[in-house]
C-alpha cells in the first residue's frame, strides 16, 4: 500500500506543472450561432425578382483565444476564429479575426487576418451589427473599404484617458510586374461616458474593390459617433470615397435604438450617391448611382445570450444603382430594382 502512495504522489508532481500552466494561461473556447429567415422580392426596374424565402447565416462563428504571461507586463496572446454556417454547413477554418501578437504597456501587436481600422471605426454605429436585413453595409462600404484583411500587422495603442488609435499595413503579397497593391487603414477614437466618436482613414494602392489594378488609387474616410441618454441611442456617420476615374463617392447612415427592459426597438436610414464613372460615354457625362434604404427592427433579450430579432427593410436604387440589402442572402440585382422584405431568427453567443 505504502508503495503505491509513493507512486501516485510522484506521478501527481511530475503532472502538476503541466496543470498549473494550463490554469495560469488558460485557452477560451467561444462562438456564435445565428440564423435569420428572411422574405424579400425586389420589384421595379427592367428585370424584377419575386418574392422568395431565404434562410441566412448571420456570420455564425466558433473560435478559441489565449494568452500566456512572460513577466514584466508582457503578455503573448492568439486567436484563432473561423465561420461555422448552421443554415448549409462548411466555413473555412481561421477565415475570420485571427493572429498571434504581445501585448504588455506599449498597447498590442498582432500579425495575421484582421478586421482593418476602418472596418471597426462604422460598425459600432449600426444596430444590427452589419448584419440582417437593413444593416449598413447596403449603403457604405464603397470600394471594399469594410475588409477583414489577410496578411497584415496592426498596432493598437493603450487607452490613454479615452483615447485610442489603430493602424494597420496590408502586406503587398499580390506584387505583380505591373502592380504593387498594398493597403495601410488607421483610426483615431475617443470615448468618454456616453459619448463616442471615431475618425478612419484607409488607402488602397493598385486596388479597385478587391481586384488588383495597376495604377488605380482608392482613399476613404469614416467619420462615425454616438450618444446615449437614457434608454436612447444615437448614431450617426458620413463617409468619402476617392477613386481613380471615379466621381466623389459619398456615403451617410444613421440609426436611433431604444431599449427598455428586455426590449429593444431601432429605425435606421442610409444612403450613398456619385461615385460613376469619369469616361463620356458618346460625350455625355453617366448618370450617377443612388440609393436609400431605410430599416425597422427589433431584439428580444431573452437573456445576455440567446436573442429573437425581427427585421424590416426597403431600399431604392437609380437606374444606375443595383445595391442589395445586405445579408438577404439575394442574388446580384438588375439596375434599379428595389428590394424590400422582413425577417425573424435567432442569435446565441457562447
Do not use: C
Not at 476564429?81 to 473555412?92: R, V, Y
Not at 456616453?194 to 476613404?220: L, M, S, W
Not at 448611382?289 to 427589433?298: A, D, H, R, T, W
Not at 442572402?329 to 442569435?347: C, E, H, S, T, V
Amino acid at each position: 500500500m505504502n508503495r503505491k502512495l509513493i507512486a501516485l504522489a510522484v506521478a501527481g508532481a511530475t503532472f502538476a506543472p503541466a496543470v498549473m500552466a494550463q490554469t495560469a494561461n488558460p485557452v477560451t473556447l467561444y462562438g456564435r450561432a445565428w440564423v435569420m429567415v428572411n422574405s424579400i422580392k425586389a420589384d421595379t426596374g427592367v428585370t424584377t425578382l419575386s418574392t422568395r424565402t431565404t434562410v441566412v447565416d448571420e456570420s455564425s462563428l466558433i473560435g478559441f483565444r489565449g494568452t500566456e504571461d512572460l513577466g514584466g507586463g508582457l503578455k503573448a496572446w492568439f486567436q484563432v476564429e473561423s465561420s461555422a454556417p448552421p443554415d448549409a454547413g462548411g466555413g473555412t477554418f481561421a477565415s475570420r479575426n485571427s493572429g498571434v501578437g504581445l501585448q504588455g504597456g506599449f498597447g498590442s501587436i498582432v500579425l495575421g487576418r484582421w478586421d482593418s481600422p476602418f472596418k471597426l471605426s462604422a460598425i459600432f454605429v449600426d444596430p444590427a451589427a452589419q448584419n440582417t436585413i437593413g444593416n449598413q453595409l447596403s449603403v457604405i462600404n464603397t470600394g471594399d473599404f469594410n475588409r477583414r484583411e489577410n496578411n497584415m500587422i496592426q498596432y493598437w495603442t493603450p487607452n490613454l484617458s479615452g483615447f485610442s488609435g489603430r493602424f494597420m499595413y496590408g502586406a503587398n503579397e499580390g506584387k505583380t510586374a505591373t502592380a504593387n497593391p498594398s493597403n495601410i487603414s488607421l483610426s483615431l477614437d475617443y470615448a468618454a461616458g456616453p459619448f463616442r466618436i471615431n475618425y478612419a482613414y484607409e488607402k488602397h494602392k493598385d486596388t479597385r474593390g478587391a481586384v488588383i489594378t495597376a495604377g488605380v488609387q482608392e482613399k476613404g474616410q469614416n467619420l462615425a459617433g454616438t450618444f446615449v441618454f437614457g434608454g436612447f441611442k444615437v448614431g450617426l456617420l458620413t463617409q468619402t470615397f476617392d477613386s481613380t476615374d471615379r466621381t466623389k463617392r459619398k456615403a451617410y447612415f444613421g440609426a436611433l435604438t431604444y431599449t427598455t427592459g428586455m426590449h429593444e426597438f431601432f429605425g435606421s436610414y442610409g444612403r450613398n450617391r456619385d461615385g460613376g464613372s469619369t469616361i463620356l460615354v458618346g460625350g455625355v457625362k453617366p448618370l450617377e448611382p443612388l440609393s436609400k434604404q431605410v430599416g425597422l427592427g427589433y431584439n428580444y433579450n431573452f437573456s445576455k445570450r440567446t436573442t429573437f430579432m425581427a427585421r424590416y427593410a426597403t431600399m431604392v436604387n437609380n437606374p444606375a444603382s443595383s445595391n442589395a440589402m445586405n445579408a438577404s442572402g439575394l442574388p446580384a440585382l438588375a439596375l434599379n430594382n428595389d428590394p424590400k422584405g422582413f425577417g425573424a431568427g435567432l442569435r446565441h453567443t457562447f
